[in-house]
């Protein structure tokens, strides 16, 4: 589009057009996840944990895993275990779509 087609489109209409230009050459990156999109031996911070089961959340707190606990996925099958400090624990696929972390690059 030339310069003076621009100033004739509707407002709205130009504002969509500079955010899709703006957008498509704005590089971006994942930073934050639910800890089940991690890869194996990818290290994330927790970041929240939105676990209902009192019980679940107590026994988490009680081994150390809490916001801004480092943790390591160290497998995925047959189940998912993580590691924070030297502990290794198999977690439940409920309690890991519940743990978000920011992914540590």
Request: with cysteine; net charge negative; charged share 20%.
């Given at each position: 589009?030339m310069?003076?087609?621009?100033?004739?489109?509707?407002p709205?209409?130009?504002?969509?057009?500079?955010?899709?230009?703006?957008?498509?050459?704005?590089?971006?990156?994942?930073?934050?996840?639910?800890?089940?999109?991690?890869?194996?031996?990818?290290?994330?911070?927790?970041?929240?944990?939105?676990?209902?089961?009192?019980?679940?959340?107590?026994?988490?707190k009680?081994?150390?895993?809490?916001?801004?606990?480092?943790?390591?996925?160290?497998?995925?099958?047959?189940?998912?275990?993580?590691?924070a400090?030297?502990?290794?624990?198999?977690?439940?696929?409920?309690?890991v779509?519940?743990?978000?972390?920011?992914?540590?690059?």
């Open positions: 589009m310069k003076d087609e621009l100033l004739k489109v509707h709205s209409s130009f504002m969509l057009y500079l955010f899709l230009i703006v957008t498509m050459f704005t590089p971006f990156s994942v930073t934050g996840c639910s800890l089940d999109l991690l890869q194996v031996g990818e290290q994330g911070i927790i970041t929240s944990c939105k676990i209902q089961d009192d019980l679940i959340l107590k026994k988490l009680s081994l150390g895993i809490t916001t801004g606990t480092v943790i390591t996925l160290e497998q995925q099958f047959p189940s998912l275990i993580i590691k400090g030297k502990i290794l624990l198999d977690v439940e696929k409920e309690v779509c519940a743990i978000y972390v920011r992914i540590i690059v």
